[in-house]
C-alpha cells in the first residue's frame, strides 16, 4: 500500500491555484479536463515531492474543480492536509504577508494551523521537531477555527 492523493473540492480553480501555488508553493505537476463529465482535475505536489509525482503519480494534492457552480460547506470536517517545513517561523511569516491568517500560530515552535480559500484546514509541521518558541508566534491567539 502507498499513498496517492487527497482530493478536495473547490469551488474557483483560479483563487484556489493562486493559494495552492502561488502563496503556499506547491507546483502543479498536471491537469485533466474531463468533457464529458465538466470537470477539471489539477494534481499538486509539494516541491520537494514534485519529480517523485510527475513519475509515479504520488504523493499529491488532487484540486477537483465541478463546472457547474456548486458550493461546498463543511470543509472542516473532512480533516486537514499536513506538510512538513523547513522553517515554521519563516512559512507562517511569508503566508501572513500574503494576507493569510495563521488561524493556529506555531507558539510551540512546531505546529501551525491556516486554511485555503474553501475552508480545508492545513497544517505546517516544523521539519526535525520543534524550533524555540519566539515571538509574536508564542503570545500570538487562535483565530477562527481550524
Known sequence: MRYLHTMVRVENLERSLDFYCKV???EEVSRKD????RFTLV?????????????????ELEL????????????????????????IYA???????AGITVNRPPRDGYMAFVRSPDNISIELLQKGGAKAPAEPWASMGNTGVW
Open 34 to 37: 474531463n468533457e464529458k463529465g
Open 43 to 59: 494534481f499538486l505536489a509539494a516541491p520537494a515531492d514534485a519529480g517523485k509525482a510527475r513519475t509515479e503519480r504520488a504523493p
Open 91 to 97: 512559512t507562517c511569516d511569508r503566508l501572513m504577508k
Open 64 to 87: 477537483t474543480h465541478n463546472w457547474d457552480a456548486e458550493t461546498y460547506g463543511g470543509g472542516r470536517n473532512f480533516g486537514h492536509l499536513a506538510y512538513e517545513v523547513d522553517d
Open 24 to 26: 503556499f508553493g506547491l
